[in-house]
């Protein structure tokens, strides 16, 4: 049983222009101790993704339909009290900007006993397994530093904090939204590798949010590639990476600074930009910016099986298929 | 973000007018704040009578028939009283205003963008001015030169130097931090030409929320002060003086203090709603109005 | 080909004020730091936060104070140049900053925005409608930009409008803070094959800030590397890339790894946090978070060595590559 089954889920925001469909028939699983990634750039879909996941959604969003099963229970149907319940227990955390992770007036330890309200342990006892999870995730002296206020740390270190918190309560599914993109790179090694450790430890299943190919590439098992609101393809990480099936898989894949070897002033690019999703085009969502457009791409495409751990929405798979 | 999703600019009134009809507090204060500006610019032809003739013999006469709210103790139409008042009240607002957002923005900016041995001196000059209870400092002034309507004027600008002065002086404290000043200079913009372009304009809407705020206050210390009989000379109609009136002649008649005093009312509520309105308008587009 | 810009020794300090949990002190946070860039060409300046790279690039651009060392632009004394002075080279020395919709001032329209030049440098009798329409044609923008204001425009766009008032007054030596930062990997390319176009068209000198390595391998060609206000790496991009000799150089390029879950990841994992620059490391400064660190690196400064197109600092480089068996 996976611990995240989302199936068709739909998100719409109402805005003056009219009816953002900001997500549309997504469907995606995150297996037990699995990491899983999700890959996209602006526009996407991401944000409004991880928002329906643990109901923290903006005024103006509303879930058209689809359903999203943790352990195999519909949560969409649960009240606030009840949501409340999962976040931080079940589904914990890791937002993109450390700085403004945690509250500036309380020290670091105040705020990981203050999370362990659910627990019935004494407070020596909270305050020595938040020192236990600080050394987890690679903070010197952690007895010490329980003491400190954030600002005392730096930014790195103010993630691995917010990990540290996330991973506390044992949760069946970590969410971690870009959580690197805001550091330095060799910063992002370390963590990266911290958090693949913590993972294995911890028994628990990862989406991990990011637009940074290498890293998705190294961290995740499997990766699910976004864009303007829909799954265009998902599979294993091996299968997608090394053979895209979505044009814009490879496009993106083409693009990636690191994947360019031969010197040049003239880097791929992705012509065009993302379509205006209040009036979604007919057809296929790429089409207008795919270079092997066609007669077909004017209905959209369904889910395509390239092999059984790797699909993607494009008509070209399935014409490959019946050939 | 796609092209698609881009209008052309409204102007910026317009797109203010837009905001504020929208929300419905905003449109009251809007309205009333119309009514009270346009019946005290339109005083001498609205006002059914002449608002220092006197006519004894109609004198403290409730409201109704010739006379809307009744006559004073010197049988003066009150409403004629009431409007011209309001003229009277917008004559000192309005310089006093002027004069306080054009000192406060000099000094201000000066403070804020200039050397700090200067703009030490400067809230030091600030802080004096505001450590000194403005009501005693008006009549202190008042005792020395005589009531008049400049003085009043004068008195009352002075005062509120500080507090415009420290809004704009902040603002531009964190402006000047900004990555736009730094493109600027890095083109070889001089001081005069970046206070002027790039900091006034983006200091002007909160001054403008500021003053209309403002504007009930500085009402307020007129009438007060008139009603102390400080303020402007008699016979010069004042919503203060009226209060005054009234308040000696409560057992004769009650519509005197309700003619100063309603006035008061609704120049309160009327621009505090408008300022209120203003501000939720001016903040966000500080802020940029790009993104999701 | 003609040197454009020479920077020798320049320091950059900043007196820090003390606190209730800080001691007052100074900062050097451009510490030392000497490079060439020659008329048309491209210099890369590699670092992470607290490298001060944008601090040199800013004191290059006049913003901040050089505290000592020397700026040489064509051959003339920029630091301590009074600004009456500098501004003429103003038209000359243009910048691009990092955060693309802060940089533009939000009242102005677009039209005004990349004008603004013009008018400050007193240039009178110009149609600045048609200048307007021109620069924003070089960036690729349609010309109907030039009514609209900061905040209706993309992150993407508004990189461009900076481009056009850089370009305005026909510049010779152009500053890039981070010009791909914030943007999709798809149109990253996009803004590097605009600058290198305009290069070529303008016969333009870039100097390009970023924390990026794998952007500047194709863009630029001469990379510095700096760490910690100091040039660590300085060379020709290709033999900086093909031959890395600082460790830090060797894990800012494994930090950038490609999309290749495969790929035999040569990972030199950095130990720690980068130090406080109030209280720099002795030694090589860079010893406290390197893997192949060894007890001369924490008691003696390496010397900036050259060898050939490259340079570096420090004690033993490459010193994976012996170890290893294999060049890196």
Same mark, same amino acid.
């Given at each position: ?323 | ?119 030490? &001196? ?21 005792? &020395? ?148 | ?268 994992? &950095? ?58």
């Amino acid at each position: 049983m996976a611990v995240l089954d989302i199936l068709d889920l739909s998100v719409s925001y109402t805005t003056p222009r009219g009816d953002l469909k900001a997500l549309r028939g997504v469907s995606l699983s995150v297996p037990q101790r699995r990491i899983v990634g999700i890959v996209g750039e602006s526009g996407c879909g991401k944000s409004t993704l991880i928002s329906a996941i643990i109901r923290l959604m903006a005024p103006n969003a509303q879930i058209r339909s689809g359903s999203i099963r943790l352990k195999g229970a519909e949560i969409l149907e649960l009240s606030e009290a009840q949501m409340r319940a999962l976040r931080g227990a079940e589904i914990s955390m890791v937002f993109q900007d450390p700085m403004q992770t945690h509250n500036p007036v309380l020290t670091v330890g105040r705020q990981m006993i203050d999370i362990q309200y659910r627990d019935k342990l004494s407070k020596t006892e909270k305050r020595k397994r938040a020192a236990g999870m600080l050394a987890l995730v690679g903070i010197p002296d952690p007895e010490a530093r329980l003491n400190q206020y954030p600002f005392e740390f730096s930014g790195g270190m103010r993630q691995r904090i917010a990990i540290a918190m996330a991973l506390m309560a044992k949760p069946a599914l970590l969410i971690a939204d870009e959580p690197t993109t805001a550091l330095d790179a060799t910063l992002e090694v370390q963590i990266i590798k911290r958090l693949r450790e913590l993972q294995e430890e911890v028994g628990c299943s990862i989406l991990f949010i990011s637009h940074h190919l290498g890293v998705i590439a190294e961290l995740c098992d499997e990766v699910v590639v976004m864009y303007a609101g829909e799954v265009v393809e998902s599979g294993s990480v091996r299968d997608v990476f090394h053979n895209p099936a979505h044009p814009y898989t490879r496009a993106l894949l083409d693009c990636d600074p690191g994947h360019i070897k031969v010197r040049t002033r003239n880097l791929p690019t992705i012509p065009g930009n993302i379509p205006d999703l209040v009036h979604l085009p007919q057809g296929c969502i790429f089409a207008g910016r795919c270079d092997k457009r066609h007669d077909a791409c004017a209905a959209r495409p369904d889910m395509a099986t390239v092999n059984p751990s790797h699909h993607a929405a494009c008509h070209l798979i399935a014409v490959r298929e019946t050939a | 973000m796609t092209d698609a999703g881009l209008q052309g600019p409204r102007s910026e009134l317009g797109e203010i007018l837009h905001h504020l009809v929208r929300d419905p507090l905003g449109l009251a204060g809007l309205i009333i704040v119309t009514v009270i500006v346009a019946s005290a610019a339109f005083a001498p032809w609205i006002a059914p009578y002449d608002p220092i003739a006197l006519n004894v013999p109609d004198r403290l006469q409730g409201p109704g028939g010739a006379h809307l709210l009744g006559t004073d103790q010197l049988g003066r139409d009150t409403f004629s009283r009431v409007i011209w008042g309001g003229r009277v009240a917008l004559q000192v607002a309005l310089p006093t205003i002027g004069g306080a957002i054009f000192f406060g923005l000099l000094l201000g900016m000066i403070a804020g963008y200039g050397p700090r041995w200067l703009d030490s &001196l400067i809230v030091l000059l600030f802080d004096t001015v505001r450590s000194f209870p403005t009501v005693m400092f008006a009549l202190a002034v008042v005792a &020395l030169v005589g009531p008049s309507l400049n003085t009043v004027i004068i008195v009352i600008m002075a005062t509120s130097i500080p507090t415009y002065g420290r809004v704009v002086r902040t603002l531009t404290q964190s402006l000047r931090e900004a990555e736009f000043i730094s493109a600027e200079r890095s083109l070889g913009a001089s001081t005069a030409r970046i206070m002027s372009v790039h900091i006034l304009p983006n200091v002007l809407g909160p001054l403008v929320v500021l003053a209309a705020m403002d504007i009930p206050t500085v009402v307020g210390l007129e009438a007060g002060l008139s009603f102390l009989g400080m303020g402007v000379k008699p016979p010069t109609p004042s919503w203060g003086s009226l209060l005054n009136d009234g308040y000696n002649l409560i057992r004769n008649t009650p519509w005197l203090i309700v003619a100063g005093g309603m006035p008061l009312i609704l120049t309160t509520i009327g621009f505090t709603f408008l300022g209120e309105a203003l501000r939720d308008v001016v903040d966000p587009k500080l802020r940029g109005k790009g993104g999701k | 080909m003609s040197t454009l810009l020479q920077i020798r020794d320049v320091r950059v300090r900043f007196r820090v004020r003390g606190g209730i949990f800080s001691s007052a002190g100074s900062i050097d946070a451009v510490s030392g730091v000497s490079l060439k860039i020659e008329e048309g060409t491209t210099c890369g300046i590699v670092g992470e936060s607290g490298s001060g790279k944008t601090t040199l690039a800013r004191a290059v651009a006049g913003l901040h104070h050089a505290t000592s060392g020397s700026i040489l632009y064509r051959g003339q004394e920029l630091r301590d140049l009074p600004e009456a002075e500098f501004r003429k080279l103003r038209r000359e020395i243009v910048m691009m900053f990092q955060d693309p919709i802060g940089s533009l001032s939000p009242r102005l329209s677009i039209k005004s925005l990349i004008t603004e030049p013009f008018r400050i440098q007193g240039i009178k009798g110009r149609d600045l409608d048609a200048e307007a329409k021109r620069l924003l044609a070089m960036v690729g923008l349609p010309p109907e930009f030039a009514a609209r204001y900061p905040y209706q425009i993309s992150g993407g766009q508004a990189r461009r409008v900076g481009v056009a008032r850089a370009l305005a007054l026909d510049p010779k030596l152009l500053i890039a803070d981070e010009p791909t930062a914030g943007l999709d990997v798809s149109i990253q390319g996009e803004m590097l094959n605009l600058l290198a176009r305009l290069q070529d068209e303008l016969g333009l000198a870039i100097m390009i800030i970023t924390h990026n390595l794998s952007v500047v391998r194709h863009i630029t060609d001469r990379v510095g590397i700096m760490y910690l206000g100091k040039l660590v790496e300085e060379g020709e991009t290709e033999t900086v890339f093909a031959r890395p000799q600082h460790p830090y150089t060797l894990a800012l390029l494994a930090a950038n790894p490609e999309a290749d879950p495969d790929a035999q990841l040569m990972r030199v994992e &950095l130990k720690g946090e980068p130090p406080s620059i109030l209280r720099r490391p002795d030694g090589c400064e860079f010893h406290t978070r390197c893997p192949f660190a060894q007890p001369k690196c924490a008691a003696e400064v390496p010397a900036w060595e050259v060898s050939g197109e490259a340079a570096h600092r420090c004690h033993f480089p490459a010193s994976w590559a012996q170890s290893e068996g294999r060049t890196a």
